[in-house]
């Protein structure tokens, strides 16, 4: 099945109004919501200027998943190409990110990952600027999948982490600690070194840039916090002694054979 007819088989009778009306109030509220923030600093923008002119405007920014929605703004502008579920759920998600300004192709690391992924570094090659969420949509929180690091290597594009921290942020009981900037609330943005991946790049030495790219995201986002104050959590806590914060052993042991 066509993934067109996949998504519309999916959808229940009463969807098609709902995406024509919902989506453009919820892309509205929430540039209005973006809007009323304000940015006190920006650290790193000028390397990572330097890297997207050198590279003849290609980039590949990643973020964290608990991190998207100060993203939905500070990116929507730059037309950002994103990858998106082919779920229903994705259908709402595409249609408002779409009134937001970004570009996307449909598909997920359960379906149709590979052929988005190949999509995206297509557009990326003619001087696009593609976007991931290193962890997401599921998790496990804060290790990065190998994705942006393959869609940098084969876009010819330097990977940039990119992250933002807020003084007043609504903290979600989701599994990331899902994170939303209050109303007025004073924002910092942080560019990590960008990485450039070597395009012959395989197997052991994918996986050390996929681990440079989680530690200088785990950094830039502790950095973020830390200029307001001490480090969000972004752990659902599920069980007593697991931390919020901070990798936990199982997941030590996840990462070594990931």
């Not at 229940?12 to 709902?18: S, T």
């Not at 994705?147 to 290597?153: D, F, Q």
């Not at 330097?158 to 990331?176: E, F, K, M, T, Y």
Request: aromatic share 8%.
């Amino acid at each position: 099945m066509a993934p067109d007819s996949l998504r519309k088989s999916q959808l229940r009778w009463y969807d098609p109004l709902l995406l024509a009306i919902l989506c453009p109030l919820i892309a509205l509220f929430i540039k209005l919501l973006m809007l009323s923030c304000r940015v006190v600093k920006i650290e790193g923008e000028e390397e990572q200027r330097k890297a997207v002119e050198r590279s003849n405007g290609r980039a590949v920014y990643a973020t964290w998943h608990q991190r998207m929605p100060y993203h939905f703004h500070f990116f929507g502008s730059r037309h950002v190409t994103m990858m998106i579920s082919q779920s229903r759920d994705g259908e709402y998600a595409a249609r408002i990110a779409g009134w937001l300004g970004f570009k996307n192709v449909r598909g997920s690391s359960t379906r149709g990952g590979s052929e988005a992924l190949r999509a995206i570094i297509d557009e990326i090659k003619t001087g696009e600027i593609g976007g991931m969420l290193a962890d997401g949509p599921l998790g496990p929180a804060r290790v990065a999948k190998i994705g942006s690091v393959v869609m940098a290597r084969d876009g010819e594009a330097p990977l940039i982490p990119v992250l933002w921290g807020a003084d007043r942020c609504w903290v979600l009981n989701s599994w990331d600690r899902y994170l939303v900037p209050k109303p007025f609330a004073r924002v910092v943005i942080h560019y990590a070194k960008p990485i450039w991946v070597r395009p012959s790049a395989t197997g052991e030495e994918l996986e050390k840039y996929r681990k440079l790219l989680e530690d200088r995201l785990n950094e830039g986002t502790r950095l973020c916090d830390e200029y307001f104050g001490p480090e969000r959590p972004w752990r659902k806590v599920k069980k007593e002694g697991v931390p919020e914060i901070g990798p936990i052993e199982g997941q030590r042991r996840k990462e070594k054979t990931h």
